[in-house]
């Protein structure tokens, strides 16, 4: 199969389930605001939050740095070391799930008068706690067939659990009152660990050697991992700290308006490609952790998965921009319309983002924890500098000016350092279709706000067909020239 194909292929069908996946969360939300209003839905969001950075904290990692270890194992088909990091894997994220479970128990009373003011049951963080062993458990075992690629076991254990998950999780919403949103979460963990449990049994017993190894071992085989993943969870919490002075000073200089408004910007800009990247990641970076030994293999696989999202990225950014109205009436109120100008704005981010994006998977993938973590630390204090002086100076408006950008700082600064590291070159296609990725966007968003004229909305329409018959073509003789 052409790798073209097989990278559609593959990323139709993730995709498929992070839709379910998105679908699942939403009608979650929906249930939940009619049946206990505004502070229920208030209760599931602290929540998740709350499980989230829970996650993040006790999974030290592990869901990524597992995944470039297991696949450069496979491809060097080194069956003694690919047994010992399964066993790894599995035997740490037990321990670990049981840490940050026991930590949530322990401290039930506390979160529920510290988040919830204590209005809620502290029983509502004991099935908090249940959720969050299941799903350490099934990112555990998610990460590991991802880097064994093994992407049918993923696709149908999404499927399964989304669909069951969410017909088990309603009667619940119904006959169990206020607790049901937290039960929700726990019947969800447990579904999706059961279900890629239950589907990749046979395939992990395949791949491991029947010897249990000794817990010291175990460890040392741990630790590149631990190292590896330490450093991206300091790269994370960089991240998050950035948002939060960002926020923090929108809000002492501005208002909590315009908190919301910047808030609901971001959102709308990058809940649609954010689910796209998380889609393209689970294939390509594994893929990418296979080849870090083979330069030329490397830089072929990371341009063409450029070319693959710049041609799939162009018309989806396109047709969502002659849609955003539509999208933020069905989102938000009517007053969220002001807001035009800067969504389609902060559009263009998007197209420096699928560069950037495949660059810092790179990084990883070649192990380089020293230089992800400087690199992510600059990022966060320019990007900070960006956002302060850009609102300063254009209000509101600059917030958007702003992620382009730290955006474009980012994309280049990326390609500086890859560059130096494995002697990346972008293809010169890449290059032509980047410039016409952005000519294009450039267009519409002329079309919307600088010839908004009679028939503008014509031409708009005009130019997404285009889009997409542009890519359509770029797509097809890339497939004859691959077969070739």
């Given at each position: 199969m052409s790798k073209y194909k097989e990278l559609f292929k593959t990323s139709s069908i993730l995709g498929v389930v992070q839709v379910l996946g998105l679908l699942s969360s939403v009608i979650r939300a929906k249930v939940i605001s009619l049946l206990f209003g505004a502070s229920g839905l208030g209760v599931f969001t602290i929540l998740q939050s709350t499980q989230q950075l829970i996650l993040n904290i006790s999974g030290f990692g592990l869901p990524v740095s597992g995944v470039k270890e297991i696949a450069a194992a496979r491809e060097e088909n080194e069956s003694g070391r690919l047994s010992s990091l399964l066993q790894s894997i599995k035997g740490l994220n037990i321990v670990l799930a049981s840490i940050a479970t026991l930590c949530c128990v322990l401290l039930s009373g506390v979160l529920d008068r510290t988040l919830l003011n204590g209005t809620a049951n502290?029983?509502?963080?004991?099935y908090l706690a249940g959720s969050i062993f299941f799903t350490q458990l099934y990112n555990s075992l998610y990460s590991i067939h991802q880097g064994l690629r093994s992407l049918k076991v993923i696709a149908y254990a999404g499927l399964i659990s989304n669909l069951v998950g969410i017909t088990v999780a309603l009667p619940i919403f119904f006959f169990a009152g206020p607790d049901s949103i937290s039960i929700s979460f726990l019947v969800l963990a447990f579904t999706s660990f059961f279900s890629i449990h239950l589907l990749g049994r046979k395939r992990l017993i395949d791949k491991t050697i029947a010897a249990k190894l000794p817990w010291v071992q175990t460890l040392r085989a741990s630790l590149p991992m631990l190292k590896l993943g330490f450093v991206l969870n300091l790269a994370s919490l960089i991240g998050q700290v950035v948002a939060y002075c960002i926020r923090l000073y929108i809000t002492k200089e501005g208002s909590l308006s315009e908190l919301g408004y910047y808030s609901a910007v971001y959102s709308i800009t990058y809940s649609y490609t954010g689910l796209f990247f998380t889609v393209l990641a689970t294939d390509f970076f594994p893929r990418i952790a296979s080849k870090v030994n083979n330069p030329n293999g490397l830089?072929?696989?990371?341009?063409?998965?450029?070319?693959?999202t710049l041609l799939i990225l162009l018309p989806m950014m396109c047709v969502f921009s002659g849609l955003h109205e539509t999208v933020i009436r069905l989102l938000y109120a009517e007053d969220f319309l002001v807001l035009k100008r800067m969504i389609v704005i902060a559009g263009f981010s998007n197209i420096l983002r699928s560069v950037s994006w495949a660059l810092a998977y790179l990084l990883i993938a070649k192990g380089s924890s020293r230089f992800y973590f400087v690199n992510e630390l600059i990022a966060g204090i320019y990007t900070v500098i960006i956002n302060i002086l850009c609102y300063h100076w254009?209000?509101?408006?600059g917030l958007a000016i702003a992620?382009?950008?730290a955006n474009a700082v980012y994309a280049v600064?990326?390609?500086?350092?890859?560059?130096r590291l494995v002697t990346f070159r972008l293809s010169k296609l890449n290059g032509m279709l980047l410039l016409a990725a952005v000519i294009?966007?450039?267009?519409m968003y002329l079309l919307h706000f600088t010839f908004a004229v009679a028939g503008s909305f014509v031409w708009i329409w005009v130019f997404i067909a285009a889009a997409i018959a542009f890519s359509l073509i770029v797509f097809r003789n890339s497939l004859r020239k691959n077969n070739a």
């Amino acid at each position: 199969m052409s790798k073209y194909k097989e990278l559609f292929k593959t990323s139709s069908i993730l995709g498929v389930v992070q839709v379910l996946g998105l679908l699942s969360s939403v009608i979650r939300a929906k249930v939940i605001s009619l049946l206990f209003g505004a502070s229920g839905l208030g209760v599931f969001t602290i929540l998740q939050s709350t499980q989230q950075l829970i996650l993040n904290i006790s999974g030290f990692g592990l869901p990524v740095s597992g995944v470039k270890e297991i696949a450069a194992a496979r491809e060097e088909n080194e069956s003694g070391r690919l047994s010992s990091l399964l066993q790894s894997i599995k035997g740490l994220n037990i321990v670990l799930a049981s840490i940050a479970t026991l930590c949530c128990v322990l401290l039930s009373g506390v979160l529920d008068r510290t988040l919830l003011n204590g209005t809620a049951n502290y029983r509502v963080f004991l099935y908090l706690a249940g959720s969050i062993f299941f799903t350490q458990l099934y990112n555990s075992l998610y990460s590991i067939h991802q880097g064994l690629r093994s992407l049918k076991v993923i696709a149908y254990a999404g499927l399964i659990s989304n669909l069951v998950g969410i017909t088990v999780a309603l009667p619940i919403f119904f006959f169990a009152g206020p607790d049901s949103i937290s039960i929700s979460f726990l019947v969800l963990a447990f579904t999706s660990f059961f279900s890629i449990h239950l589907l990749g049994r046979k395939r992990l017993i395949d791949k491991t050697i029947a010897a249990k190894l000794p817990w010291v071992q175990t460890l040392r085989a741990s630790l590149p991992m631990l190292k590896l993943g330490f450093v991206l969870n300091l790269a994370s919490l960089i991240g998050q700290v950035v948002a939060y002075c960002i926020r923090l000073y929108i809000t002492k200089e501005g208002s909590l308006s315009e908190l919301g408004y910047y808030s609901a910007v971001y959102s709308i800009t990058y809940s649609y490609t954010g689910l796209f990247f998380t889609v393209l990641a689970t294939d390509f970076f594994p893929r990418i952790a296979s080849k870090v030994n083979n330069p030329n293999g490397l830089r072929d696989d990371v341009n063409r998965q450029i070319e693959f999202t710049l041609l799939i990225l162009l018309p989806m950014m396109c047709v969502f921009s002659g849609l955003h109205e539509t999208v933020i009436r069905l989102l938000y109120a009517e007053d969220f319309l002001v807001l035009k100008r800067m969504i389609v704005i902060a559009g263009f981010s998007n197209i420096l983002r699928s560069v950037s994006w495949a660059l810092a998977y790179l990084l990883i993938a070649k192990g380089s924890s020293r230089f992800y973590f400087v690199n992510e630390l600059i990022a966060g204090i320019y990007t900070v500098i960006i956002n302060i002086l850009c609102y300063h100076w254009l209000g509101l408006e600059g917030l958007a000016i702003a992620l382009v950008l730290a955006n474009a700082v980012y994309a280049v600064q990326m390609y500086i350092i890859v560059n130096r590291l494995v002697t990346f070159r972008l293809s010169k296609l890449n290059g032509m279709l980047l410039l016409a990725a952005v000519i294009t966007y450039g267009f519409m968003y002329l079309l919307h706000f600088t010839f908004a004229v009679a028939g503008s909305f014509v031409w708009i329409w005009v130019f997404i067909a285009a889009a997409i018959a542009f890519s359509l073509i770029v797509f097809r003789n890339s497939l004859r020239k691959n077969n070739a």
